[in-house]
């Protein structure tokens, strides 16, 4: 992980919480089949963090 991304030193000085959401990558993220999802799974795991 880049230095950058990690929360740590943000939540220690100030009265925050870091949240880092994780979604989907690769083929089968965006794909959509019959039986596999209903398409566009990595758009819905994005939307979840954001609830």
Same mark, same amino acid.
């Given at each position: 992980? +880049? =230095?950058?991304?990690? =929360? %740590?030193?943000? %939540?220690?000085?100030?009265? @925050? #919480? #870091? #949240? /880092?959401?994780?979604? /989907?990558?690769?083929?089968?993220?965006?794909?959509?089949?019959?039986? @596999? =999802?209903?398409?566009?799974? =990595?758009?819905?795991?994005? +939307?979840? %963090?954001? /609830?």
């Amino acid at each position: 992980m +880049l =230095g950058w991304y990690d =929360g %740590a030193a943000l %939540a220690a000085e100030g009265d @925050v #919480v #870091v #949240v /880092r959401p994780n979604y /989907r990558l690769g083929s089968l993220c965006y794909l959509v089949l019959d039986g @596999v =999802g209903e398409g566009n799974l =990595g758009l819905f795991d994005q +939307l979840q %963090a954001l /609830r």
